[in-house]
Each structure stands twice: as structure tokens, then as C-alpha cells.
């Protein structure tokens, strides 16, 4: 996983944040994310501190692609049935492909998501429902 640092002129590059080598995914995302999740709450409660000014630190967003961005929310792959990540439709499958017919769902929310509305959404809970503020 890479951070970027965004304050005023964006001539910061990525840099490393989570680094995982392995033949698989992780086994237990707390275990993975264990140390982070700590540190952002740390950052976030507290700033940093660069030749003596203080900055806040606020996660704006993670950028995954599909699979990864629904393991680290422990959420539904993009093939289930209740993948969808902007509303609570159920899809169905036509030809081994994930239909989402309707087009008027409950949207999801940062609040519906750390509540888990909707159970087959989830997988089980993802350790970024430790992390402070609202990662919309
Ligand atoms: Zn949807």
C-alpha cells in the first residue's frame, strides 16, 4: 500500500505504507493491518510534528483495484451476489456473470458500513473499521 502526502503544491511522491510478500493474500487483515491501523489513529488524534510545526494527518482515500479494495473492507468479491459497492442490491448470475438489474437500492453509507446493514455484504470485520474518522 502507498500514502502520498497532499498539502498545498502536489510535488510529494508516493511512498511506502504496507508492504506484504507472500504467496497468497495475508491470512488475517488484522494481523496485516494491525500496526497501521494504530499508527493512522495515532496520526490522526495527534499530527506530526516537522521541524517544529504541527500537521494534521487525514486519510482522503485508498485506491485499490476491485479484489484488493474488497478484501481490506471485507466485503463481497465483485463476483457475489451482494457486491455492489454503492447500493444494497442483490444480483444474480446469467451465464456465470453477476447481473444488477434494479437501479433504485439503498445507497451505502460510511454509517451503513461500520453498522454492516446489510450481512451478506461482509465478510468478517475489517480492521479499518478502527481507523477514527470517515474515509469518505
Ligand atoms: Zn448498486
Redesign the pocket.
Known sequence: MSGKVHYQQCFYKPFAVLIYFGTSKPVSLDDYFGDFTTEVNRLQANGVTIMEQRFNVRIHWFICDTPARAFIKGTKGHTGFYA?E??E?RGFKEDRVPQ?SRIH?PERTDESFRRRSQQRHHNPKSPFLQVGNDLS
Open positions: 455492489c454503492r447500493c442490491i444488477f437500492c
